[in-house]
């Protein structure tokens, strides 16, 4: 998925990281670039997968409910996994962490690439979520250990300006390559990348760590979290097949649940916490980040299921499935730095309400378009919904920043962007299940009201479950074959347009969260209010 809020890159976090620079004026340079390098992997590789996930769907010949594990076998260890790799790379050297960061990842991009069945590839997934874990956070820490408070706001403008393109460039990659090649090269490209990073990072980076190594990592907490987020979403994932009564689907969400309970249990007990409770003292942290859980958890679900509107229904190839995400990006590239002082001039409470709402618009009119014949209508609306996203991700960030003391904005940053993740990987999996419920819906719905042959209603009940329409080509005459597609392609279009609704619909509840927000001007008195 894309996500706007992959990272933090506000100067305030960097400074709260470390206080000053611990390399060369001709090292710096290098740092930058090692880190943009990095950054641009990561990135790219989640902006292209979604593009990519009706063709491998197809080609491994897999059904929606496995297809979401892509997704979220990445997502989960992501977000179980970003607060830890944080603290590791403050404990056993930012350096040498970055390092474990980019092999892991670009070795779980080989596996991905030359992955034989869809199990493979799912671990393989899992493991570059880790990898992203480690990575993600070291580059901003070793961007904060190599520049002074004179340049740091230069290079964190480069690395976010260059990232965002890496951002932007990704869908549009991604459509090129499946269109042309396979999906698997979408995977390859990472190791590419990973080789001149590491050597820059070996040979040109130096070593730093936090000011505070000592404590130790909360790796229980982390297990916990990992495990408990696991459960949860293998319930709601197969809640869909099985039905909510069964004990597929009851006993993983209950042991989730339990493992969840436990983990906040931990957390409010432990010397060393990967997530300070008491951060949620605060009323405006509290809400903001009930704003970023919302509104990432529309953007997550609603982009996941994009390129099969366009794709499977629509029609379109993958490279103009992918370049209907560019207004998207470039709007928000555009807007961002318009955005960030927002806050400094009328408070965060407003554009917390007014760019929510705007997203929420934006999702109502990717409704309208699924199933149309006019491919502008897409851009419009991703336009819209670009601009909703423009108005909120920088006061996001912000107001996460503002809301705690000076001393806790790098977790504060971290835990935010923990719940984005979190966010885009709940989404996926309670979006799926109702996908697929009103999906399978149509399908029967369909054929009820068809003078369907015996012929057509199997393969009609052989797309149950799969977000494809391969099972139409099957058909013996061309007249059963479009009466199939169509009968496919309606249902899916049905489904997917309530999910933009219903996207819409948690954008709302991001706006009312918005509301909660003090009815004050001065960010920086937000801490101080409970």
């Known amino acids: 998925m894309i996500n706007p809020k992959a990272a933090p890159c506000d100067e305030a976090t960097i400074r709260s990281i470390v206080p000053a620079a611990n390399c060369t004026a001709s090292e710096r340079p290098w740092v930058l670039l090692a880190t943009i390098l990095a950054s641009s992997i990561t990135y790219i590789d989640q902006s292209v997968v979604n593009i990519a996930l009706p063709a491998i769907e197809s080609d491994l010949a897999t059904s929606v409910a496995v297809i979401q594990w892509l997704v979220n076998a990445y997502t989960l260890c992501l977000s179980a996994l970003l607060l830890t790799g944080g603290a590791a790379a403050d404990r056993f050297g930012r350096r040498k962490m970055f390092i474990v960061g980019i092999i892991l990842f670009a070795t779980a991009s080989l596996w991905c690439g030359f992955a034989p069945s869809i199990a493979q590839l799912i671990l393989a997934r899992a493991m570059q979520g880790v990898g992203a874990a480690v990575l993600i956070p070291c580059s901003l820490a070793l961007i904060g250990a190599s520049f002074d408070e004179a340049e740091r706001g230069k290079a964190i403008g480069t690395w976010a300006g260059v990232s965002a393109i890496a951002v932007a460039i990704g869908p549009l990659l991604g459509g090129l390559i499946v269109d042309h090649f396979s999906w698997r090269w979408i995977f390859l490209i990472n190791p590419v990348l990973a080789v001149p990073t590491l050597w820059i990072v070996v040979n040109h980076v130096p070593e730093s760590r936090g000011p505070e190594t000592a404590g130790r990592l909360d790796w229980t907490g982390a297990l916990l979290a990992l495990l408990g987020l696991a459960g949860v979403c293998f319930g709601l994932i197969a809640a869909p097949e099985f039905g909510l009564t069964d004990m597929k689907v009851i006993a993983p969400l209950a042991l989730g649940l339990a493992l969840l309970c436990a983990f906040i249990w931990l957390e409010s007990h432990s010397r060393t916490p990967m997530l300070p409770l008491d951060l949620f003292r605060s009323r405006t942290f509290t809400a903001v980040n009930l704003l970023t859980l919302l509104l990432y958890a529309a953007l997550g679900g609603a982009f996941f299921f994009l390129p099969f509107a366009l794709i499977q229904v629509g029609g379109y190839s993958a490279v103009r499935a992918g370049t209907v995400f560019l207004p998207f990006t470039i709007v928000i590239g555009l807007l961002s730095r318009w955005s960030g002082g927002l806050v400094d001039r009328v408070g965060a409470r407003s554009p917390l309400i007014i760019g929510p709402m705007i997203t929420a618009l934006g999702f109502g009119a990717l409704a309208l378009c699924v199933g149309g014949d006019a491919y502008w209508t897409f851009l419009a609306a991703m336009i819209v919904l670009g601009l909703g996203m423009a108005i909120s991700v920088a006061p996001l960030t ?116 918005g509301a909660l927000l003090p009815r004050r001007s001065d960010p920086r008195t937000f801490h101080n209010l409970s």
């Open 398 to 513: 912000t107001t996460v920043i503002n809301a705690v003391p000076a001393s806790q904005t790098g977790v504060a940053s971290g835990v935010s962007n923990a719940v984005a993740s979190l966010a885009g990987l709940l989404a996926v999996a309670i979006f799926g299940a109702v996908a697929l419920g009103l999906y399978d819906r149509g399908l029967d719905r369909r054929l009820q009201t068809s003078s369907a042959s015996a012929e057509l209603s199997q393969t009609i009940q052989s797309a149950r479950g799969q977000f494809v329409t391969e099972p139409a080509a099957a058909m013996s005459t061309a007249a059963d074959q479009q009466r199939a597609e169509s009968i496919i392609r309606g249902a899916l279009a049905q489904s997917i347009r309530d999910i933009m609704l219903l996207a819409g619909v948690l954008a709302l509840a991001a706006a009312a969260s």
